[in-house]
């Protein structure tokens, strides 16, 4: 496999909404370019980044893929990322190493919720993007009504720099605005164009939108914008100087048409990567920081300085093990030697480094800075690690992962699976670090959580495809808790009298409320030694027992404080056990004059939606018992903020995909715990009630 300097690599991430066309755009890419024999399609599960058994399956990309293609001796390192909420994270990780996105956008919706945001990340990490409006061959497609939309949602800095031959079923080709020429395509997928002169009809439109493109490319900067004023026009060679400064420094967005699926607009598209995008040493400085003393530290991005690189993202795979994705930032990693991980100080030892091409993958001895390559079975290292010469450190920060909005409980099918449950979820969440699992401690539970439910879903699918392993979901327990209102005194008294030794032990308790939040207190208020000071241990573990067992619904009792001010004992009889018994009695004593309620799990939610959306989802939200907290425009999108129990979330994923025909997305967090209303605590009660005598619980548990 070839090695290339850094001066002939462009990195480059396919980014947009869901079912834009991006996989496709990514095979018609590779199979212009020569990387592939055949043109792949999405629909028969032959694309190169979408290999995946579940991938093929539902049609769509769940997690990043790395293919690479060589266009006029350029290597083009291309980046497939999935566009659907539940897996957009992924897109970010990945573009955490690209130096450009390319943003596709339907040409039937335009500008959707998903395009937004990875709009946004792209804004985040200073990319310059091209955007490529795609499926111009669908029915009701409009290049012109996509490119309005662009600019609504991007600014007027989105330009054209083509516009198509025909529409729809028609839609035949495109006219290049550069060089003024028609690129006319035939209907049988190979690629090839004839060039020729613009159709009499599209004349007029085209020079008006040249003229468009060449103000754009006037207001670059003020040698050119001099030019343009002078003689009301821009020299060929002027206008693609000004048009490769400008999209290399974000102030120009140029926008291409396309049918992937057709394969018209790649071979144009191919040349404008080369021409346009940056290169890797054009983006440096590269900014981390000494691991040391966490003062600023940075590289050039040349081949010629320390090694570093940073790992983006994991595979993991059932018969190779763990694939590590890097990208080199400087110098050179080669093949068979030894990398020191900054992040765990641990030194890892190399294998071969491989190039991918989706799933297939080929040996390399050297990979230098700015390429991306990928090393298998790496033993301590992890997404978001830093390799770098241990003589010159450096950390690349990490990418900030959402956190998951929904959960579900998580049961293994067999006691086989119940084994390997938790080792298959860890290698999962090594590939997809926006999934998380825990036991919960409270109802011994094991919460699997992600973005959504069509994302948790997925990963199951995967646990059981790749790894053998299966398990049911079940909508999980609320965490609720109990809590009091008002100070109550009890005595706790045990005593129990048998042959020999009896038993003895005598408390005075008063519970008193505390702030939300403050958990548990003991107090120790004993004087003259009513109790001696031994037992009084025992008393608080009694009370501790009894507590997380719940007083009205089994619920662990939170925010109040113990005082024990008196009791008494006996020099033969008392012991700890005895103690700790009396602690208990007192404390259940006490709980029935100190006000007891239950407390429920309220949490931050953030929906975006388009505003049309609007008005059914507010009110949804009170039918939830949601308290709205604002409104405010997230691009072309709105986004609620609200409170809402957590009760009344665990089946909102699906709630919102009816609503906004699965245009909506949203994330939730927890805020805080408050009392649940008198009616809602009946049927919490009634449910512990039935459950402890054998019964079905009512759904509201």
Same mark, same amino acid.
């Given at each position: 496999?070839?090695?290339?300097?850094?001066?002939?690599?462009?990195?480059?991430?396919?980014?947009?909404?869901?079912?834009?066309?991006?996989?496709?755009?990514?095979?018609?890419?590779?199979?212009?370019?020569?990387?592939?024999?055949?043109?792949?399609?999405?629909?028969?599960?032959?694309?190169?980044?979408?290999?995946?058994?579940?991938?093929?399956?539902?049609?769509?990309?769940?997690?990043?893929?790395?293919?690479?293609?060589?266009?006029?001796?350029?290597?083009?390192?291309?980046?497939?990322?999935?566009?659907?909420?539940?897996?957009?994270?992924?897109?970010?990780?990945?573009?955490?190493?690209?130096?450009?996105?390319?943003?596709?956008?339907?040409?039937?919706?335009?500008?959707?919720?998903?395009?937004?945001?990875?709009?946004?990340?792209?804004?985040?990490?200073?990319?310059?993007?091209?955007?490529?409006?795609?499926?111009?061959?669908?029915?009701?497609?409009?290049?012109?009504?996509?490119?309005?939309?662009?600019?609504?949602?991007?600014?007027?800095?989105?330009?054209?720099?083509?516009?198509?031959?025909?529409?729809?079923?028609?839609?035949?080709?495109?006219?290049?605005?550069?060089?003024?020429?028609?690129?006319?395509?035939?209907?049988?997928?190979?690629?090839?164009?004839?060039?020729?002169?613009?159709?009499?009809?599209?004349?007029?439109?085209?020079?008006?939108?040249?003229?468009?493109?060449? $103000?754009?490319?006037?207001?670059?900067?003020?040698?050119?914008?001099?030019?343009?004023?002078?003689?009301?026009?821009?020299?060929?060679?002027?206008?693609?100087?000004?048009?490769?400064?400008?999209?290399?420094?974000?102030?120009?967005?140029?926008?291409?048409?396309?049918?992937?699926?057709?394969?018209?607009?790649?071979?144009?598209?191919?040349?404008?990567?080369?021409?346009?995008?940056?290169?890797?040493?054009?983006?440096?400085?590269?900014?981390?920081?000494?691991?040391?003393?966490?003062?600023?530290?940075?590289?050039?991005?040349?081949?010629?300085?320390?090694?570093?690189?940073?790992?983006?993202?994991?595979?993991?795979?059932?018969?190779?093990?763990?694939?590590?994705?890097?990208?080199?930032?400087?110098?050179?990693?080669?093949?068979?030697?030894?990398?020191?991980?900054?992040?765990?100080?641990?030194?890892?030892?190399?294998?071969?480094?491989?190039?991918?091409?989706?799933?297939?993958?080929?040996?390399?001895?050297?990979?230098?800075?700015?390429?991306?390559?990928?090393?298998?079975?790496?033993?301590?290292?992890?997404?978001?690690?830093?390799?770098?010469?241990?003589?010159?450190?450096?950390?690349?920060?990490?990418?900030?992962?959402? $956190?998951?909005?929904?959960?579900?409980?998580?049961?293994?099918?067999?006691?086989?699976?119940?084994?390997?449950?938790?080792?298959?979820?860890?290698?999962?969440?090594? &590939?997809?670090?926006?999934?998380?699992?825990?036991?919960?401690?409270?109802?011994?539970?094991?919460?699997?959580?992600?973005?959504?439910?069509?994302?948790?879903?997925?990963?199951?699918?995967?646990?059981?495809?790749?790894?053998?392993?299966?398990?049911?979901?079940?909508?999980?327990?609320?965490?609720?808790?109990?809590?009091?209102?008002?100070?109550?005194?009890?005595?706790?008294?045990?005593?129990?009298?048998?042959?020999?030794?009896?038993?003895?032990?005598?408390?005075?308790?008063?519970?008193?409320?505390?702030?939300?939040?403050?958990?548990?207190?003991?107090?120790?208020?004993?004087?003259?030694?009513?109790?001696?000071?031994?037992?009084?241990?025992?008393?608080?573990?009694?009370?501790? &027992?009894?507590?997380?067992?719940?007083?009205?619904?089994?619920?662990?009792?939170?925010?109040?404080?113990?005082?024990?001010?008196?009791?008494?004992?006996?020099?033969?009889?008392?012991?700890?056990?005895?103690?700790?018994?009396?602690?208990?009695?007192?404390?259940?004593?006490?709980? &029935?004059?100190?006000?007891?309620?239950?407390?429920?799990?309220?949490?931050?939610?953030?929906?975006?939606?388009?505003?049309?959306?609007?008005?059914?989802?507010?009110?949804?939200?009170?039918?939830?018992?949601?308290?709205?907290?604002?409104?405010?425009?997230?691009?072309?999108?709105?986004?609620?903020?609200?409170?809402?129990?957590?009760?009344?979330?665990?089946?909102?994923?699906?709630?919102?995909?009816?609503?906004?025909?699965?245009?909506?997305?949203?994330?939730?967090?927890?805020?805080?715990?408050?009392?649940?209303?008198?009616?809602?605590?009946?049927?919490?009660?009634?449910?512990?009630?039935?459950?402890?005598?054998?019964?079905?619980?009512?759904?509201?548990?």
């Amino acid at each position: 496999m070839k090695v290339y300097e850094i001066s002939d690599i462009r990195n480059l991430a396919l980014i947009g909404h869901g079912s834009s066309g991006k996989t496709s755009l990514a095979s018609a890419l590779l199979f212009c370019a020569g990387a592939v024999s055949r043109l792949g399609k999405v629909d028969q599960g032959t694309t190169v980044t979408d290999f995946d058994e579940e991938e093929i399956a539902r049609k769509v990309s769940i997690s990043s893929a790395l293919c690479h293609a060589e266009w006029k001796k350029i290597k083009l390192n291309i980046i497939d990322t999935p566009g659907y909420g539940a897996f957009i994270a992924d897109a970010k990780a990945t573009l955490r190493v690209a130096d450009a996105g390319i943003v596709v956008v339907d040409g039937v919706a335009g500008v959707e919720v998903e395009t937004e945001e990875t709009w946004g990340f792209a804004d985040g990490f200073d990319l310059p993007r091209m955007v490529v409006v795609n499926k111009l061959d669908r029915e009701n497609a409009s290049f012109e009504r996509a490119l309005e939309s662009i600019g609504e949602a991007f600014g007027r800095q989105a330009v054209a720099v083509q516009i198509p031959i025909g529409a729809e079923k028609g839609f035949g080709g495109i006219v290049d605005l550069v060089t003024m020429k028609a690129l006319q395509y035939p209907k049988d997928e190979s690629g090839k164009y004839q060039t020729a002169d613009i159709p009499a009809e599209l004349q007029a439109t085209a020079k008006a939108a040249r003229d468009k493109l060449m $103000e754009m490319v006037a207001e670059v900067d003020d040698a050119l914008m001099e030019k343009f004023f002078a003689s009301g026009d821009l020299s060929q060679e002027d206008l693609l100087l000004g048009l490769t400064r400008g999209v290399k420094a974000r102030r120009i967005y140029p926008v291409f048409g396309a049918s992937a699926l057709q394969n018209i607009g790649a071979h144009p598209l191919l040349d404008a990567l080369v021409a346009f995008l940056p290169n890797p040493g054009e983006r440096g400085p590269y900014k981390g920081e000494d691991p040391k003393t966490h003062a600023p530290a940075e590289r050039r991005g040349t081949a010629d300085e320390p090694y570093s690189a940073f790992v983006f993202k994991t595979i993991a795979d059932p018969y190779s093990g763990k694939i590590s994705l890097f990208r080199v930032y400087s110098g050179t990693i080669r093949s068979d030697s030894s990398v020191h991980n900054v992040n765990r100080d641990a030194q890892e030892r190399l294998g071969s480094i491989v190039i991918l091409q989706g799933k297939e993958s080929q040996p390399v001895a050297e990979v230098r800075a700015g390429d991306l390559a990928a090393i298998p079975k790496l033993k301590e290292t992890g997404t978001g690690d830093t390799l770098a010469d241990k003589a010159a450190p450096i950390i690349y920060p990490k990418v900030d992962f959402p $956190e998951p909005s929904i959960s579900f409980a998580l049961e293994p099918k067999s006691r086989g699976d119940e084994e390997k449950i938790s080792a298959v979820l860890q290698r999962l969440i090594e &590939e997809d670090p926006t999934i998380h699992f825990r036991r919960d401690p409270q109802t011994h539970e094991l919460i699997l959580s992600g973005t959504s439910d069509l994302h948790v879903e997925a990963a199951l699918a995967k646990m059981k495809k790749k790894f053998g392993v299966e398990a049911i979901l079940h909508t999980p327990k609320v965490p609720y808790l109990e809590t009091i209102k008002r100070k109550a005194e009890a005595q706790g008294k045990h005593k129990k009298q048998t042959g020999g030794h009896g038993q003895f032990g005598d408390c005075w308790i008063r519970l008193e409320p505390l702030p939300r939040g403050a958990g548990f207190e003991f107090k120790d208020d004993i004087f003259g030694g009513s109790i001696p000071k031994n037992f009084i241990p025992s008393v608080e573990k009694g009370i501790q &027992e009894a507590r997380s067992h719940g007083f009205l619904a089994g619920f662990p009792v939170v925010d109040f404080r113990v005082v024990l001010f008196d009791g008494s004992y006996h020099t033969v009889d008392s012991s700890d056990i005895a103690f700790k018994i009396a602690g208990s009695l007192g404390f259940k004593k006490a709980m &029935e004059e100190a006000g007891a309620t239950i407390l429920e799990p309220i949490m931050d939610v953030e929906i975006q939606a388009p505003e049309q959306y609007m008005g059914d989802l507010m009110g949804d939200l009170n039918s939830r018992r949601g308290r709205v907290q604002g409104m405010n425009a997230e691009g072309s999108a709105q986004a609620i903020k609200a409170q809402v129990p957590l009760s009344e979330m665990l089946t909102y994923s699906s709630t919102l995909k009816s609503i906004t025909g699965g245009r909506g997305s949203f994330r939730m967090t927890m805020s805080h715990y408050e009392e649940v209303p008198a009616h809602q605590q009946a049927k919490i009660i009634a449910a512990h009630k039935a459950a402890k005598e054998g019964k079905e619980a009512p759904a509201s548990h």
